[in-house]
């Protein structure tokens, strides 16, 4: 079996107080975003719904890789959700969606040109800029 890296072992989630593995789809997850997650959770003291972890996905991308997660803050605009999950040095990846955030913990800096979006319609991926900002608000 191929095993994430810092994969979550079952014992591993009686640390985590907000989460579970059925959110996420599996229990060998990424460790470190699970803990990000639960870091940026108590600190937001805000729910975090997870729309989406482990999931198969033949175009590739980190979901596949259990390094990846699609969330909401309850309560929050996407902007301000964005700016939170820029805190955490773990999220090398965001995107910005109209419903929350894509984050994930891929290798690559968070620098990296590709590792920021947003996406207003399905399948269309844009940077982040200011006119991308100004259509989500």
């Known amino acids: 079996m191929n095993r994430t890296p810092y994969a ?9 107080k907000d989460f579970t593995p059925e959110e996420f789809g599996t229990v060998d997850m990424n460790g470190i975003l699970i803990y990000t997650l639960q870091k940026m959770r108590t600190y937001i003291n805000r ?4 729309h989406c972890g482990f999931e198969f996905r033949d175009s590739g991308g980190y979901h596949p890789l259990k390094m990846a997660a699609d969330i909401h803050i309850h ?16 999220f090398n990846g965001i995107g910005v969606y109209p419903w ?8 690559n800096p968070k620098t990296n040109i590709d590792s920021r979006w947003g996406c207003l319609e399905q399948g269309k991926y844009v940077k982040l800029d200011h006119e991308f900002f100004k259509r989500i608000l």
């Open 75 to 90: 309560g929050l605009h996407v902007v301000d959700q964005y700016l939170i999950a820029e805190r955490f040095d773990a």
């Open 100 to 107: 929350g955030l894509h984050i994930d913990t891929r290798p």
């Open 8 to 16: 979550m072992a079952s014992q591993m989630w009686n640390g985590i």
């Open 47 to 50: 729910r975090i719904f997870v």
